[in-house]
């Protein structure tokens, strides 16, 4: 940590040890009572009873310690024995400095030690819709990955890429019903045809027509089964039609993810853990795990005694174990999602050797990988803490139900972004907002502010709780919205703008108002905020920041004039206040995957 907090953390940590107390608890906050103090340290209560002593004496003596720290203005004790601290404006001023002159960070720090981290986020399937999870996994994912990157890890964000199911199965009887797929049909070694023999337009008809038809019709799900099982054996001309499915899915999903501004690292799909499948399986078997079960394949992931009462077909009542074996062979023989899961853990491990692997998905799922993280540490193929599920809640329609578009269906981005797009540009005419700029470059703010909306709609909700889509609440500029947030950025950049115009320029940092001194204790909160969002996994805390920032500077703008001001010092000063408000304001953003226009 680089701020003020910790900073004076060791400074009453270093008093505690020199009243012999535990210097662990000498914990700094930001006060509760800022009309009263910057910082305050709770610690002298609970160190006082460890010592049987009176916490305000302890208190006392502890401040008395402090009174000469020329950082400090004030050292106060209150109440039952708290301390508070106001800091002198000299060591605001060093810090907004020092903000002001962090480029990368903004005055954030970096991980001690690097990590290498796999985030596995968005997880979207060939040919069949996204739906509001996947929209989600994507926004948080892409955020974790900038916010993991920025703290100097090495990530890769990974889309795993659904191409393996059921699905493939499906679609490959799909499109040679349609008499599509002759030239893909034949036994044998190819050539195939090169040209893909369905669009997207296909795939998305073909996929829920089919699943739809399996679902009904036994026959059809055994050719479908039949499929995916010639498929995942290598048939040629089913791997030849598959890639083209694969292929045309890809290349519309990376444009989609792309006006999202969610980009990966790697789009392996599930299939590239399919030649980890056998040597796995072999493996797992060698090593005890995998045992017989009713014809399947499974590995008991369940500890003794970590039961729960299940429901048998015949109504009766048992103690079945809690979580459930993983299904890794079913009785077909067929590979399962659990299975792919695992495999994918063992080809991570050959190919990247993370530290961590992070998945953004649904919280629906976290039984699933539950059994999955248990299995690989029953393997050893990952150490206990190095698997996490970062489950979130969803995105609910007005009726509390997943959200779904007004025809019923499920959500398209496409139709989404483009819908937000629509009203960005109508909230923007309405506030006569990019008025005087070119058709193009209002489209391009238009775009941002629809992103912004979605986004920060989405990231300022805590991961786990399920929220409303409210596009008119999400599109206002006032509030705690992405485009409130967009209109402080390109505020300030007019302002600094004006400031060049008129040949002032950011100078030295000087703190004096009490409208300045607030200013710089929200610039000092980035490093806590990037840090607990790090350790918690929780971009919410960076998006809450951020609306803290503009604040602050909203009112420090109202209560000290910059580019009026008389004195040329203090002009420059200011605009350097600002211009640091901005850097780590549109930092903080992009964090949240938020780009900013440069004016409205
Ligand atoms: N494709 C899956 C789905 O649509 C999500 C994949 C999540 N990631 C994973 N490693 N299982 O539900």
Same mark, same amino acid.
Request: glycine share 8%.
């Given at each position: 940590?680089?701020?003020?907090?910790?900073?004076?953390?060791?400074?009453?940590?270093?008093?505690?040890?020199?009243?012999?107390?535990?210097?662990?608890?000498?914990?700094?906050?930001?006060?509760?009572?800022?009309?009263?103090?910057?910082?305050? %340290?709770?610690?002298?209560? @609970?160190?006082?009873?460890?010592?049987?002593?009176?916490?305000?004496?302890?208190?006392?003596?502890?401040?008395?310690?402090?009174?000469?720290?020329?950082?400090?203005?004030?050292?106060?004790?209150?109440?039952?024995?708290?301390?508070?601290?106001?800091?002198?404006?000299?060591?605001?001023?060093?810090? *907004?400095?020092?903000?002001? /002159?962090?480029?990368?960070?903004?005055?954030?720090?970096?991980?001690?030690?690097?990590?290498?981290?796999?985030?596995?986020?968005?997880?979207?399937?060939?040919?069949?819709?996204?739906?509001?999870?996947?929209?989600?996994?994507?926004?948080?994912?892409?955020?974790?990955?900038?916010?993991?990157?920025?703290?100097?890890?090495?990530?890769?964000?990974?889309?795993?890429?659904?191409?393996?199911?059921?699905?493939?199965?499906?679609?490959?009887?799909?499109?040679?019903?349609?008499?599509?797929?002759?030239?893909?049909?034949?036994?044998?070694?190819?050539?195939?045809?090169?040209? %893909?023999?369905?669009?997207?337009?296909?795939?998305?008809?073909?996929?829920?027509?089919?699943?739809?038809?399996?679902?009904?019709?036994?026959?059809?799900?055994?050719?479908?089964?039949?499929?995916?099982?010639?498929?995942?054996?290598?048939?040629?001309?089913?791997? @030849?039609?598959?890639?083209?499915?694969?292929?045309?899915?890809?290349? @519309?999903?990376? &444009?989609?993810?792309?006006?999202?501004?969610?980009?990966? /690292?790697?789009?392996?799909?599930?299939? /590239?853990?399919?030649?980890?499948?056998?040597?796995?399986?072999?493996?797992?078997?060698?090593?005890?795990?995998?045992?017989?079960?009713?014809?399947?394949?499974?590995?008991?992931?369940?500890?003794?005694?970590?039961?729960?009462?299940?429901?048998?077909?015949?109504?009766?009542?048992?103690?079945?174990?809690? =979580? =459930?074996?993983?299904?890794?062979?079913?009785?077909?023989?067929?590979?399962?999602?659990?299975?792919? /899961?695992?495999?994918?853990?063992?080809?991570?491990?050959?190919?990247?050797?993370?530290?961590?692997?992070?998945?953004?998905?649904?919280?629906?799922?976290?039984?699933?990988?539950?059994?999955?993280? &248990?299995?690989?540490?029953?393997?050893?193929?990952?150490?206990?803490?190095?698997?996490?599920?970062?489950? #979130?809640?969803?995105?609910?329609?007005?009726?509390?139900?997943?959200?779904?578009?007004?025809?019923?269906?499920?959500?398209?981005?496409?139709?989404?972004?483009?819908?937000?797009?629509?009203?960005?540009?109508?909230?923007?005419?309405?506030?006569?907002?990019?008025?005087?700029?070119?058709?193009?470059?209002?489209?391009?703010?238009?775009?941002?502010?629809?992103? *912004?909306?979605?986004?920060?709609?989405?990231?300022?909700? %805590?991961?786990?709780?399920?929220?409303?889509?409210?596009?008119?609440?999400?599109?206002?500029?006032?509030?705690?919205?992405?485009?409130?947030?967009?209109?402080?950025?390109? &505020?300030?950049?007019?302002?600094?703008?004006?400031?060049?115009?008129?040949?002032?320029?950011?100078?030295?940092?000087?703190?004096?108002?009490?409208?300045?001194?607030?200013?710089?204790?929200?610039?000092?909160? #980035?490093?806590? *905020?990037?840090?607990?969002?790090?350790?918690?996994?929780?971009?919410?805390?960076?998006?809450?920041?951020?609306?803290?920032?503009?604040?602050?500077?909203?009112?420090?703008?109202?209560?000290?004039?910059?580019?009026?001001? =008389?004195?040329?010092?203090? &002009?420059?000063?200011?605009?350097?206040?600002?211009? *640091?408000?901005?850097?780590?304001?549109?930092?903080?953003?992009?964090?949240?995957?938020?780009?900013?226009?440069?004016?409205?």
């Amino acid at each position: 940590m680089t701020d003020l907090k910790s900073e004076l953390g060791e400074a009453v940590a270093a008093a505690f040890a020199a009243e012999g107390v535990d210097a662990t608890l000498a914990r700094v906050t930001t006060s509760d009572r800022p009309d009263l103090a910057d910082f305050q %340290s709770n610690g002298a209560l @609970a160190a006082a009873k460890a010592l049987k002593a009176n916490p305000r004496e302890l208190a006392g003596k502890v401040a008395e310690r402090l009174s000469a720290d020329p950082r400090l203005t004030s050292v106060e004790v209150a109440g039952p024995g708290f301390i508070n601290f106001k800091v002198s404006n000299a060591t605001l001023a060093k810090r *907004a400095q020092a903000v002001a /002159d962090d480029a990368a960070l903004a005055g954030a720090a970096a991980v001690a030690e690097p990590r290498k981290v796999v985030i596995d986020y968005a997880g979207p399937n060939v040919a069949k819709p996204m739906h509001v999870g996947h929209l989600r996994s994507s926004i948080i994912g892409e955020s974790l990955k900038r916010l993991f990157r920025l703290r100097g890890d090495t990530v890769w964000g990974d889309a795993h890429f659904g191409d393996w199911g059921f699905q493939m199965g499906l679609l490959i009887v799909a499109v040679g019903d349609e008499g599509r797929a002759d030239g893909f049909l034949v036994e044998g070694d190819g050539p195939f045809p090169a040209e %893909s023999p369905v669009s997207l337009e296909d795939l998305e008809r073909l996929y829920p027509a089919a699943a739809a038809t399996a679902k009904e019709d036994p026959a059809y799900r055994d050719r479908a089964r039949k499929a995916t099982a010639g498929l995942q054996g290598g048939r040629p001309g089913y791997r @030849a039609l598959w890639k083209h499915f694969v292929a045309v899915s890809r290349t @519309a999903l990376e &444009r989609e993810f792309g006006a999202l501004d969610v980009t990966f /690292d790697l789009w392996n799909g599930e299939s /590239d853990a399919d030649p980890r499948m056998a040597g796995m399986i072999a493996d797992l078997t060698a090593k005890g795990l995998l045992v017989e079960d009713d014809g399947a394949q499974v590995v008991h992931v369940a500890g003794p005694g970590e039961t729960r009462k299940k429901k048998l077909a015949d109504g009766s009542v048992i103690e079945a174990p809690s =979580p =459930p074996p993983l299904l890794v062979v079913s009785s077909e023989g067929s590979a399962m999602y659990g299975t792919t /899961d695992l495999a994918t853990i063992v080809d991570r491990r050959e190919t990247l050797d993370p530290d961590l692997i992070l998945y953004v998905v649904d919280e629906r799922q976290a039984e699933h990988f539950e059994q999955v993280y &248990r299995a690989a540490y029953l393997a050893g193929y990952a150490k206990p803490g190095e698997l996490e599920h970062l489950g #979130f809640g969803t995105m609910n329609g007005v009726d509390g139900k997943p959200f779904k578009t007004r025809a019923g269906g499920v959500l398209k981005l496409h139709d989404l972004i483009t819908q937000a797009t629509d009203k960005a540009r109508d909230r923007l005419h309405e506030a006569q907002l990019g008025a005087d700029v070119d058709p193009v470059e209002f489209e391009d703010i238009a775009h941002k502010v629809a992103i *912004a909306a979605l986004k920060f709609a989405d990231l300022s909700n %805590s991961r786990t709780t399920s929220y409303i889509f409210d596009l008119d609440r999400f599109m206002s500029f006032e509030g705690k919205t992405g485009p409130y947030l967009l209109y402080q950025v390109v &505020r300030i950049r007019s302002l600094l703008r004006r400031g060049a115009e008129q040949g002032a320029e950011p100078g030295p940092i000087t703190v004096v108002e009490p409208a300045e001194r607030d200013l710089v204790l929200t610039l000092d909160a #980035f490093d806590q *905020a990037i840090s607990d969002a790090y350790d918690k996994r929780m971009p919410h805390l960076i998006a809450e920041h951020a609306y803290r920032l503009a604040q602050a500077f909203s009112k420090f703008y109202a209560a000290c004039p910059v580019l009026i001001a =008389p004195d040329e010092a203090v &002009r420059g000063s200011r605009l350097a206040l600002s211009k *640091a408000a901005l850097d780590q304001l549109v930092l903080a953003l992009g964090v949240l995957g938020i780009a900013t226009p440069e004016r409205m």
